[in-house]
């Protein structure tokens, strides 16, 4: 592959041409983004294609196209036969639109207006201020209201991204003791809906802002969840619903300020019933020089979000403490997904 595993320093692999490959790594990005923006993986669900035939149905050139599809190819994302035409591997049905856990939605939004963010990244790093919001004038969420088909793909690119989280989440945490279960920021609802489907004495409460509720329903429906969740809508840093005996909030407390976050959690403390549990599923940045994607997810939230961060859990734990709970418990899912659990205290 053109990036070794973790771009180790070896006698392969001298130590400048590590760096001169981790300077470059966002050509390979760039070239997925290509990929998903064409629908090259859609086209070859069927089987093999030369470049020609796809060419002619995306309309690009087609010594171009191998070009790049040779590239995608050496990483192992599509392959070349031996009558030079390409088809899909493990890794490539990822960019297929209906692919369970596909990333062609995510490939293109964060291939697009996120992408040019991260040009503007020493905007962030000299103010401390996001670089989207520089860039066009907005914060990233109200871009996507005032942009509707850039949103739309945002979405679907969140939803599908989450969607093994979720079940990994479930798998992982023993929700049984929990009667009524409050998802604060739910979004559409699919996370609430999958924990409510296994624990079916359970009631919940989904929890968002009025202009998400009206998909929200729809959602909970189809899940066959509706009886048992209400659905309210409302801003969690003025109030959340009261009376629920465990309130969960799914990647929330990373779009917030220390400050912020600490407001939303002391919102939650005096909703919830004496010996409450607070559940956050977020990523955990592990200390030191520790290998981790949310290192550079971190980066990612300062580029886009104002007061957007990933935090460590010693820094959880200070936020527990300043709104009313005690850190229990950290479950590490497969995936190095986190959640974390507090009691009220």
Not at 22 to 27: D, H, K, R
Not at 134 to 159: H, R, W
Not at 218 to 238: D, I, K, M, P, Y
Request: proline fraction near 3%; charged fraction near 20%; glycine fraction near 8%.
């Amino acid at each position: 592959m053109f990036l070794q595993e973790n771009t180790q320093i070896s006698e392969e692999m001298p130590s400048q041409m590590v760096m001169i490959q981790l300077a470059t790594s966002y050509w390979v990005s760039r070239a997925v983004y290509a990929a998903a923006k064409l629908g090259i993986a859609d086209m070859l669900k069927n089987g093999p294609h030369s470049c020609d035939l796809l060419a002619n149905s995306t309309r690009t050139n087609p010594q171009a196209l191998y070009r790049l599809m040779r590239a995608l190819a050496s990483v192992g994302i599509f392959a070349e036969n031996k009558q030079g035409c390409f088809t899909l591997t493990p890794l490539a049905t990822y960019l297929q639109s209906d692919a369970p856990n596909s990333i062609r939605a995510f490939a293109i939004s964060f291939g697009e207006e996120h992408y040019r963010a991260w040009g503007d990244i020493i905007h962030s790093i000299q103010t401390g201020d996001n670089a989207f919001q520089n860039l066009y004038g907005m914060p990233v969420f109200q871009y996507y209201a005032q942009n509707s088909e850039a949103g739309k793909i945002f979405d679907e690119a969140m939803t599908n991204v989450s969607a093994k989280d979720k079940v990994e989440v479930v798998a992982a945490y023993d929700f049984s003791s929990i009667h009524k279960l409050v998802d604060v920021g739910g979004g559409y609802g699919s996370f609430i809906a999958s924990i409510l489907k296994v624990n079916p004495t359970m009631e919940g409460i989904l929890f968002e802002r009025p202009s998400v509720i009206a998909g929200a329903k729809s959602v909970l429906e189809t899940e066959g969840v509706s009886e048992r969740c209400q659905v309210v809508a409302g801003n969690f840093l003025e109030s959340v619903p009261r009376g629920g005996d465990a309130y969960i909030l799914k990647y929330v407390i990373h779009l917030l300020d220390d400050e912020r976050a600490i407001a939303l959690l002391k919102n939650c403390h005096s909703a919830m019933v004496e010996n409450g549990k607070l559940l956050l599923v977020e990523q955990i940045v592990p200390p030191g020089d520790e290998p981790s994607w949310s290192k550079f997810l971190d980066i990612h939230m300062l580029i886009a979000i104002s007061g957007g961060r990933e935090r460590t859990k010693m820094e959880y734990q200070t936020l527990f403490e300043a709104s009313g709970f005690k850190l229990t418990k950290v479950i590490t899912t497969k995936s190095n997904i986190n959640l974390i659990e507090g009691i009220r205290v």
